[in-house]
């Protein structure tokens, strides 16, 4: 327990380990950042200042059906207490959903080529 990174997830994953507990997610979401599958955005960046899309496109939480990242960038750099809730519900349907994968994956026996693939987009390589 007390990890959280997703490379961190797979690596224990892949060792048999199937329970975690760890901050990661709330503590950068009240920090602004973000994980998404292309990696963490930091919505404080002036980049999401103008950005009307979603923080994450098909993710089903409310900061992305129903908020810009424009909006959230507002709200963090404000401070606005709503901008970290909503990034935190971000945050843990992000893992949320990447453990359904994962377990989708162990299912069909395809485990080490989803971390493969998982982490080449997540860093960029």
Known sequence: MGIGSPDYI???VENGIDMFDCVLA???ARNGAVFTDDGVVTLKKVMHKFDHGPIEEG???RACTQ???AYMHHMVKTGEMLGGMLATEHNL???YRLMENVRL???ENRFASFKRDYLARFYGK
């Open 105 to 107: 994956a162990i299912r």
């Open 93 to 95: 349907t992000y893992f």
């Open 67 to 69: 908020y810009s990242r």
């Open 10 to 12: 797979l690596e224990a």
């Open 26 to 28: 709330t503590r950068m």
């Open 59 to 61: 993710c089903t939480c």
